[in-house]
C-alpha cells in the first residue's frame, strides 16, 4: 500500500459552460488520478448537495485534504470515501459539496487503478461477470428540463438492445440519433439539441413516440439487430398540485399510471425512468406490478442513488431498477453499495451520466466493473462520446 501524498483541486468546465471541481490525486509511488464532477440540471429533492465550485474546492481544502494526504492509503477505496465523511459531517456532503467529495473520491479510484498497473474497471470491480457489456442508452429527442420548448417528456432514448458488441450499439445510438434528424428535416420541424445533445423539437410527446418508433426501426432494419427504446419521464418536473401536468392535459395519478402502462405496451419501451414523481413508492408499485415483467421501472429521483431510499423500495416492491450517479450519493463507496443492494434484491442497476458533464470517463468503468445491463451516456456530444468510445476501448482491450 502507499499513500496520497497531494490532492489538487481546481475549477473546469462543463459542458453547460458552468464552473465544476477537478481533482488530481497522487501517490508516493507515482500513482495519479484525475477525475472531474458532473452536475445535473433536473435534480432529486434528496440529492447529496452540489455548492457553487469555488466554495466546495475552499471546503475541501479545509476540512478534507488534510484529512487525507500522507493519511490514508491509495488503493483502500472505502477508507478514503468514509474520511471524505467525516470531514464532512453532513449526511448530504453540505459542507464540503458533493461535488468536491466525488471529484477526490473518482480521482483516488483512479490513482489507486495507476499504482496497480490495472484498468479502472478492474481495480473497481475485477473482471467481468460473465463477459457481459453494458448496453447504452442514447438520448435521441429531449425536453423537459433539458431543453426549452421541447417535449414535456424529458427524454427518448434509443436502446440497442439486440447489439452484438459495444461498438455496434455506439454506433447504432448514433444513427438513430441522426435518423431522428432527417425524419424531422423530412416533416418540415426544425430542432435544436439540448444539454445532453438530444434534438429538441417543438412537437408532443405523441409525435415524439411515432418518431421513435420510425427511426429505431429503419436503423434496426440497416444494422440488422434489434433496437428498442426507453423514456425518462421526469415525472418530478410534471407534478403539481396532485397532478401531472403536460402541455395538453393534466394527469391524476391513477391516469398518469395507466398512461404510462400503455406506452409500455404500445410501442415496447423497455426502459421507463422516473414515470412518477419522486416521494410516490405507491404509484411506482402500482406501475412495476403492472409492466414490471415488460420493462425496467427505474427509479432515479425516487431513489437518488441512496440505500436507505433504495431499502423503502424494496420493502414496497417500487419500480425494479435504479439509476446510479456517483454525484448523486458523493462518493464511489456509496455508488458501489447502492448497486450491490440492488442487485441482491433483484434490481437492475443502470449508470448514468448527468445533464451537465465533462470527459470524465469514470462511468463507463463502473458499469462494466458492476456488470450494469445499461448505461446513460447520450449519443453524440464531446462529453458523451468521451464515455462511449472509453466503452469501446474497454471492449476491444479485454
Not at 109 to 116: C, E, T, V
Not at 300 to 310: A, G, K, Q, S
Not at 353 to 368: F, N, Q, Y
Request: hydrophobic share 40%.
Amino acid at each position: 500500500m502507499t499513500l496520497i501524498t497531494e490532492i489538487r483541486l481546481r475549477k473546469v468546465l462543463d459542458s453547460r459552460g458552468n464552473a465544476t471541481v477537478e481533482a488530481d490525486v497522487s501517490t508516493e509511488s507515482g500513482g495519479f488520478g484525475r477525475a472531474s464532477a458532473p452536475s445535473g440540471a433536473s435534480t432529486g429533492e434528496y440529492e447529496a448537495i452540489e455548492l457553487p465550485a469555488d466554495e466546495a474546492i475552499a471546503q475541501a481544502r479545509s476540512l478534507a485534504i488534510p484529512r487525507l494526504e500522507g493519511q490514508v492509503y491509495a488503493g483502500d477505496q472505502r477508507s478514503i470515501d468514509r474520511t471524505l465523511r467525516e470531514a464532512d459531517e453532513t449526511d448530504n456532503f453540505g459542507e464540503i459539496g458533493a461535488n468536491s467529495a466525488v471529484a477526490i473520491s473518482m480521482a483516488a479510484a483512479k490513482a489507486g487503478a495507476d499504482m496497480l498497473g490495472a484498468p479502472l474497471y478492474q481495480h473497481l470491480g475485477g473482471a467481468f461477470r460473465g463477459g457481459d457489456y453494458p448496453t447504452p442508452l442514447g438520448n435521441a429527442i429531449g425536453g423537459g428540463e433539458h431543453a426549452t420548448g421541447g417535449t414535456d417528456i424529458q427524454e427518448f432514448l434509443a436502446a440497442p438492445v439486440g447489439a452484438p458488441s459495444v461498438s455496434d450499439a455506439v454506433f447504432a445510438n448514433a444513427r438513430v440519433h441522426q435518423a431522428v434528424h432527417d425524419i424531422l428535416s423530412d416533416r418540415g420541424i426544425s430542432a435544436e439539441k439540448s444539454d445532453e445533445g438530444a434534438w429538441s423539437p417543438s412537437i408532443a410527446d405523441s409525435e415524439a413516440f411515432e418518431i421513435m418508433a420510425e427511426a429505431t426501426e429503419t436503423v434496426s432494419e440497416e444494422m440488422g439487430f434489434e433496437i428498442s427504446f426507453g423514456i425518462d419521464a421526469a415525472a418530478s418536473e410534471l407534478f403539481d398540485g396532485g397532478k401531472y401536468h403536460y402541455s395538453d392535459t393534466s394527469r391524476t395519478t391513477d391516469e398518469q399510471i395507466e398512461y404510462v402502462a400503455d406506452l409500455v405496451t404500445e410501442y415496447g419501451l423497455v426502459y421507463v425512468e422516473d414515470p412518477l414523481e419522486e416521494n410516490d413508492y405507491d404509484g411506482f408499485e402500482a406501475l412495476t406490478e403492472r409492466v414490471g415483467d415488460q420493462t425496467l421501472v427505474c427509479g432515479d429521483d425516487l431513489f437518488v442513488t441512496n440505500t436507505d431510499r433504495l431499502t423503502e423500495g424494496i420493502e414496497q416492491d417500487a419500480a425494479n431498477s435504479i439509476l446510479i450517479k456517483p454525484n448523486q450519493i458523493g462518493t464511489l463507496t456509496d455508488a458501489f453499495d447502492a448497486v450491490e443492494l440492488a442487485v441482491e434484491n433483484g434490481y437492475a442497476p443502470v449508470i448514468s451520466h448527468r445533464s451537465g458533464e465533462t470527459e470524465d470517463t469514470t462511468i463507463a468503468h463502473l458499469a462494466v466493473a458492476t456488470a450494469a445491463p445499461f448505461i446513460k451516456t447520450g449519443a453524440v456530444g464531446g462529453e458523451r462520446t468521451a464515455k462511449l468510445n472509453e466503452l469501446i476501448r474497454i471492449e476491444t482491450n479485454a
